[in-house]
């Protein structure tokens, strides 16, 4: 019941689509989802909060990511990972957006670990970005 009221503060209005959307991350991994994004003008709404919860129901399924390492060639640490989270997101590149828009429905990517060649890789992740800035 408490996590049913956490969605519903989260989600607000679209709270049926945040449950379609949980539901579908959890029992059809694979299954391609919109890119998730959290904004509000506003501190303390639970945006980082609801990421934490997300932690704690997927585990090393999921990542942090600032902007810095979302930019970095090297993805070995997030490439594997079904929850890709960065918390804070400010995305001054058009470059990293279509990065990210491009990741959110390829299911191959290149994995690349610092001193090791490229491999291609299964990819399934989802990208979930929070932001103060409704821009």
Not at 42 to 60: A, H, Q, V
Request: glycine letters at 4%; aromatic letters at 12%.
């Amino acid at each position: 019941a408490l996590s049913l009221k956490f969605v519903t503060h989260i989600f607000g209005e679209h709270y049926e689509l945040g449950l379609d959307y949980l539901q579908l991350l959890y029992l059809k991994p694979i299954q391609v989802l919109p890119i998730l994004c959290l904004v509000s003008k506003e501190r303390s709404t639970g945006k980082s909060t609801f990421l934490k919860w997300l932690k704690e129901i997927f585990d090393n399924n999921m990542t942090y990511l600032t902007n810095d390492s979302f930019s970095s060639q090297f993805n070995a640490d997030w490439a594997n990972k079904l929850l890709i989270c960065i918390d804070e997101v400010l995305f001054n590149k058009e470059e990293l957006t279509e990065r990210i828009k491009y990741l959110s429905t390829t299911n191959i990517n290149k994995l690349e670990a610092k001193g090791k060649d490229k491999r291609e890789v299964e990819f399934f992740g989802k990208f979930i970005l929070c932001s103060n800035n409704e821009e």
